[in-house]
């Protein structure tokens, strides 16, 4: 168990080192180098290019050899020094300690959104097999799946909003964070976000259900006299549950962090997608690396705690 | 699998697709699920428009000032202009016409124009890149497997890396430094999208190089490219096809939301582009952010319909 854990720490640091390389090996040979995009925003205010490149190159250390220059680059980023956001003045870490919450609260929301609707409505489809509900559900499951998250948030803004009114074109953020209003406002961006996960949940939720439901232990249950409910909810479901978590973890880098920064740009959330979106048109490199390298670190993080978690909640794990 | 392979095709090692009565036989197969030939016929038209289909409209980046907003065939909207002289608003409806059938966006440009170079780029970034996607996968997967040991732990440690970075985020990081180019993007969501691929081609390579044939090739003195291509490949290629159509949409969703916030190719217009357009005219021409999206739809969900029949017909435990 606990050398378990302890290959699993070190797995992640070896992962966590690959991606820092990764992203540095890609700033290096990129065809216009991060002092190129700087330079082009300080010529345009008409000030001396080449004493500006060479006091850049000397602050940035971009001027020693790229052993160096990697050693730099990660000592940096380790010691939380994630660069200056010149389109917004101010730190990166700083901008991003100020929009984080917003990407949080919409994917926190629709996330839960997700697994309640999901996960019901795939115990739903199970239990009723090969009954409309079941059939309504799939299809509704494939429409989901197919359906780009960030249009159905602009078919949304332009059905409630443009022509019914129900809602505010764009994202007020006058409200404060903990408000039934904005509560109100997230209404159509998690939608937006939640369907694309939750119509991935109907699914897995389903067969695993009715894997559960063809073994052994279910008709024992049921041989003893137990209430379908009891059947439903204890046996086939817990069993049938475990696996979600994993597939809920997985979904959260493969499109919940992609769909929120779609879905943060079509409904105006100064979270980081928002954040990073803007620094794309001001050639503001620091901060596009930085929203990349944080939704990949929070990525490598939830898998650790979830592979952690598992070990707890499957005793199968524990013992091997 | 190999089993049903082996009865219905005869001699192993011969290329999947040569073997006319295998092919026949899941073709049966996939033709018992309705959906998936729905979505194979959306598909082929699709193909066929993207293919002809430029030839028989006008230019998409052709613009016409006189005939901004001009909505499809049978809609018409009510425009109304304001004259600071006399202070007067004066409202005329305007309809629909032939000549531009499915409407023009706000810079006069035919939308049917659009739609159909649309279709063009999407079929061809999706399948590019989801062919270099499949075949980085299915040749790292397989040599993983094969040849086993610090190879097969070195590619999977890396595959792990690669898994951790959320796919838009890293997509978005990546064109930004590269910048926006069909070409760039093609090869980018290809060099990223090969993880999931490897990983389970590997895994059913497992499974396979402890076959007895596989064994029984080596002992008749086989070189290890030898198996790989005659042996291993064929043996996996109904999961790579598998894999191919059914990661598609996701390619094609990736290269519309790239076009979406502005990172597609500037110089060709792709539904994600016409979108992108479509966002700021929500209240003023709803078609032009409407007619993009549903072929995005339609094209996603055919391609889902299609794999998914597909899979079946390739798996023997599957009643079709």
């Not at chain 2, 006399?86 to 059938?101: A, L, Y």
């Amino acid at each position: 168990m606990r050398s378990y854990i302890i290959k699993r720490l070190f797995y992640s640091v070896i992962i966590a080192w690959g991606i820092l390389t990764i992203t540095f090996v890609l700033l290096r040979v990129g065809p216009t180098s991060p002092v190129d995009r700087y330079i082009l925003n300080i010529a345009a205010k008409g000030q001396d290019v080449d004493s500006v490149r060479q006091a850049i190159e000397a602050r940035y250390g971009l001027d020693k050899p790229i052993i160096e220059q990697y050693l730099l680059y990660m000592g940096n980023l380790l010691q939380g020094k994630w660069g200056w956001s010149f389109s917004a003045s101010q730190p990166v870490m700083e901008l991003i300690g100020s929009h984080w919450i917003y990407s949080f609260q919409l994917i926190l929301l629709a996330t839960i959104f997700a697994i309640i609707i999901g996960v019901g409505l795939g115990i739903l489809s199970a239990v009723k097999q090969n009954t409309k509900i079941d059939y309504a559900a799939s299809i509704f499951s494939f429409i989901g799946i197919s359906i780009p998250g960030f249009w159905l948030g602009l078919m949304l803004i332009l059905v409630f909003a443009v022509y019914l009114g129900v809602f505010k074109t764009y994202y007020d953020t006058s409200y404060p964070i903990w408000s039934l209003e904005n509560l109100r406002q997230l209404i159509m961006p998690v939608l937006a976000l939640g369907t694309g996960e939750l119509a991935g949940y109907v699914r897995y939720t389903r067969s695993a259900m009715l894997d559960n439901l063809r073994k052994e232990f279910v008709t024992t249950a049921r041989a003893k006299g137990l209430s379908e409910r009891t059947v439903i909810g204890k046996h086939v479901l817990r069993n049938a549950v475990l696996p979600l978590v994993t597939i809920i973890m997985f979904d959260l880098g493969s499109i919940v962090f992609g769909g929120a920064y779609l879905t943060e740009i079509v409904f105006g959330i100064p979270g980081l997608g928002q954040v990073s979106f803007n620094a794309i048109f001001a050639n503001d490199y620091a901060v596009v690396v930085a929203v990349t390298l944080i939704g990949t670190f929070l990525v490598l993080f939830i898998n650790l705690v979830t592979d952690l978690i598992y070990t707890y909640l499957d005793p199968r794990i524990r013992y091997d | 699998m190999t089993e049903l392979r082996a009865k219905k095709g005869g001699k192993s090692g011969r290329p999947f697709l040569i073997r006319h009565r295998l092919v026949s036989y899941y073709w049966e197969r996939l033709q018992k699920n309705r959906l998936s030939l729905v979505g194979l016929g959306f598909i082929g038209f699709l193909a066929l428009t993207g293919i002809f289909g430029p030839l028989l409209v006008q230019d998409p980046h052709q613009t016409d000032f006189n005939i901004l907003n001009l909505p499809p065939l049978g809609f018409s909207i009510q425009e109304s202009i304001y004259d600071i002289k006399t202070n007067e608003i004066t409202t005329t409806v305007i309809q629909g016409r032939p000549d531009h059938p499915l409407g023009t966006d706000s810079k006069g440009r035919d939308m049917l124009a659009m739609l159909v170079s649309g279709a063009r780029i999407s079929l061809l970034v999706g399948l590019l890149a989801t062919g270099i996607a499949i075949f980085i996968g299915a040749f790292l997967g397989v040599l993983s497997a094969y040849l086993g040991g610090w190879v097969d732990n070195a590619l999977m440690r890396f595959t792990d890396i690669m898994m951790t970075f959320p796919f838009f985020l890293l997509l978005v990081l990546i064109v930004f430094i590269f910048g926006p180019s069909l070409a760039i993007i093609v090869l980018v969501i290809g060099l990223t999208g090969w993880t999931g691929a490897a990983r389970l081609i590997r895994s059913e390579a497992l499974s396979l190089r402890t076959r007895d044939f596989i064994t029984a090739s080596r002992a008749l003195g086989a070189s290890d490219t030898r198996v790989i291509f005659n042996h291993l490949i064929p043996n996996v290629s109904s999961l790579i096809i598998v894999m191919a159509s059914l990661s598609i949409p996701g390619v094609i969703m990736a290269e519309a939301a790239l076009s979406f916030i502005g990172l597609g190719d500037p110089m060709s217009t792709s539904w994600g582009t016409i979108l992108n357009t479509g966002q700021h005219s929500l209240d003023s021409a709803w078609w032009v952010a409407v007619e993009p999206g549903i072929m995005l739809f339609l094209t996603v969900l055919s391609f889902n319909f299609f794999g998914d029949g597909l899979r079946d017909a390739f798996d023997p435990k599957a009643s079709v």
